[in-house]
């Protein structure tokens, strides 16, 4: 008799494809360009070598009809739910290496972009975590070509915690500064810090604080210099 499938290889997964237009108008244009947008689902977004099986509940995903998308970026699988706002960034970068330096330049980009729209005290963490108060507020992916790089960080606003715990399984890797704590007990929401914050107002206030086109010099030299 066959044996059983793993349950990942009867799921259908989707290609997250939703920052297509930013990065071909970026690679058109071949300059910085940034997308931000409030999430408009609850999904499920894989990274690129995510083992769904070890990272998700697919069971009760499929039950709820939750859909599963794969990132072109790395990481663990995170769920999106409708008060995330989503901060897209695509860019020429040279040469081929340099991710953790591209992925420092980028989030002190957006953490800046924070500090003028007057969100204070968000850091960056293991690789690349956004952080207030040793509690993570958003996470990133970076995605390299030759040449070329996209950075996307899902910011939590009013994310609902509820549905993280019950979709996502303990990441089989961590950094060092979660010390094995829960999803409820390792994240938070903007709004925790900010008390009425919604994903409307942070998107706004990032829109007019955001420029991608500043850093552009400094992404070429975080490229080159890998």
């Known amino acids: 008799m066959a044996g059983t499938l793993p349950e990942e290889n009867t799921f259908p997964v989707l290609d997250f494809d939703f920052d297509r237009p930013l990065l071909a108008a970026a690679k058109t244009a071949s300059s910085p360009?940034?997308?931000?947008?409030p999430f408009d689902r609850d999904a499920i977004v894989a990274g690129r070598g995510s083992d769904l099986d070890i990272e998700i509940n697919l069971s009760r995903a499929r039950a709820d009809k939750?859909?599963?998308?794969?990132?072109?970026?790395?990481?663990?699988?995170?769920?999106?739910d409708p008060g995330n706002l989503i901060v897209s960034l695509a860019f020429p970068a040279?040469?081929?290496?340099?991710?953790?330096?591209?992925?420092?330049?980028?989030?002190?980009?957006?953490?800046?972009?924070?500090?003028?729209?007057?969100?204070?005290?968000?850091?960056?963490?293991?690789?690349?975590d956004l952080v207030v108060k040793d509690r993570k507020i958003g996470g990133s992916c970076l995605y390299r070509t030759k040449g070329f790089a996209y950075y996307s960080a899902a910011i939590?606003?009013?994310?609902?915690?509820?549905?993280?715990?019950?979709?996502?399984?303990?990441?089989?890797?961590?950094?060092?500064?979660?010390?094995?704590?829960?999803?409820?007990?390792?994240?938070?929401?903007?709004?925790?810090?900010?008390?009425?914050?919604t994903v409307t107002d942070l998107a706004r206030s990032l829109t007019a604080c955001l420029d991608p086109s500043a850093m552009g010099k400094a992404f070429s030299r975080a490229g080159s210099a890998a």
């Open 33 to 37: 360009m940034v997308s931000i947008y």
């Open 94 to 128: 040279r040469g081929i290496g340099g991710i953790q330096a591209l992925f420092d330049k980028s989030s002190q980009w957006l953490i800046q972009g924070f500090a003028n729209a007057g969100v204070d005290g968000v850091y960056q963490d293991g690789i690349s």
């Open 66 to 80: 939750v859909p599963v998308y794969r990132r072109m970026g790395g990481g663990c699988s995170v769920f999106l």
């Open 156 to 197: 939590l606003v009013t994310p609902d915690l509820d549905k993280m715990e019950a979709y996502l399984c303990h990441p089989p890797r961590e950094p060092d500064y979660r010390q094995g704590r829960s999803h409820r007990d390792f994240v938070a929401g903007l709004n925790r810090f900010l008390p009425g914050l």
